[in-house]
């Protein structure tokens, strides 16, 4: 019997790319001794990609989609269709043709030498936008720095997992997943492959610089207490200096020194004030997270699909 690979694919607003990902996926398939399914997620889209991903799962058994009830955001649509995703391995992969499907024989050949993980990691890219890679770089150089797992720059979100990991998966009830630091984390055998990532083929990125500041501090935060420290070694570093500061004071008291500097004391309370104010931020970050966590709720809704009793 031949081998099933699911195939997750995350979709937001990218009614143009569903046709042309789906027909290249078949394409890799024909040429290779494997059964496909593809699952498609669609993320609250506000233009036709859910009618276009219907529509072509209508010519097609192996085509199945998920309606989020509303945006959830990229990492949730994986985690969705990871969850729904009952082949012998699951890889997932972005809507936009910036991951190769080409490359996906070679992540099946590896899983096949027995590696439950194959990630992808993207060469530097010429074309992207010089913000986009600079903030690509010190996202990760920022996230491996602050918490406890390593991540390679360029980690991609196009990856293989084995069943067994998928499974592992199914237990995680994170309300927002840091899908690249969790597969990292989990251990397993893991194998990376580096790819040229091509242009998107149509539409526009979705991960603006503000989303992407977004999900480097939630990376960092979810996955270490490392920030929360610093408020320790601060405090520390600054009360020592406070206290290299008491010979002069008495210097100046012996002495009769005049009291002036009114615009360096207010320099200093600013300061500190700012520093308090990010302390409390970052301590603040986590108590809403375990807040969010404690609710409980459903960390996604799916308003219609077409897979059924899985
Ligand atoms: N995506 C999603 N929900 C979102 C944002 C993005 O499902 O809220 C999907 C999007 O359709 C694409 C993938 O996540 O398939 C990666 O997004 P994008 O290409 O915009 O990110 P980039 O490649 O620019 O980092
Ligand atoms: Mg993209």
């Known amino acids: 019997m031949k081998k099933l690979v699911s195939i997750v694919i995350p979709a937001y607003n990218e009614a143009d790319n569903i046709f042309v990902i789906a027909e290249s996926i078949k394409n890799v398939f024909s040429s290779i001794h494997y059964d496909y399914e593809i699952i498609l997620v669609d993320d609250g ?20 989609f998920l309606e989020f009830s509303k945006n959830f955001g990229h990492q949730l649509a994986v985690k969705a269709g990871m ?9 997932s992969m972005d809507c936009d043709m910036q991951h190769p499907p080409e490359l996906i024989p070679e992540m099946l050949q590896k899983w096949e030498e027995g590696f ?12 992207l936008s010089k913000g986009k890679r600079s903030s690509s770089s010190l996202f990760y150089k920022l996230l491996n720095w602050l918490s406890d797992i390593d991540l390679e720059p360029g980690a991609a979100d196009f990856r293989l997992l084995d069943q067994k990991v998928v499974n592992i998966f199914r237990n995680f009830h994170e309300n927002e997943p840091f ?25 526009k990125s979705k991960y603006t610089v503000k989303k992407m500041f977004r999900l480097a501090l939630h990376g960092v935060t979810s996955f270490s207490i490392k920030p929360l420290y610093s408020a320790v070694y601060l405090g520390f570093i600054f009360s020592f200096a ?3 500061y008491i010979p002069y004071v008495i210097y100046a008291f012996v002495n009769n020194v005049e009291v002036s500097g009114w615009a360096s004391m207010l320099m200093t309370i600013v300061f500190f004030g700012g520093l308090q104010l990010i302390i409390l931020g970052i301590i603040g970050i986590y108590v809403g997270k375990m807040f969010m ?16 009793n899985k």
């Open 116 to 127: 439950e993980v194959v990630y992808t990691i993207r060469e530097e890219d010429k074309a």
């Open 179 to 203: 899908l690249r630091g969790l597969v990292k984390w989990l251990g397993f055998k893991q194998y990376a492959i580096k790819y040229n990532p091509a242009a998107r083929f149509s539409g």
């Open 83 to 91: 969850d729904h995703a009952y082949g012998d391995c699951v890889i």
């Open 45 to 64: 889209s506000a233009d036709h990609t859910l009618e276009k991903i219907k529509e072509y799962s209508n010519t097609s058994e192996n085509i199945f």
């Open 293 to 308: 966590q404690t609710k409980n709720r459903p960390n996604y809704i799916i308003r219609s699909t077409n897979i059924q």
């Open 242 to 244: 406070s206290i290299l």
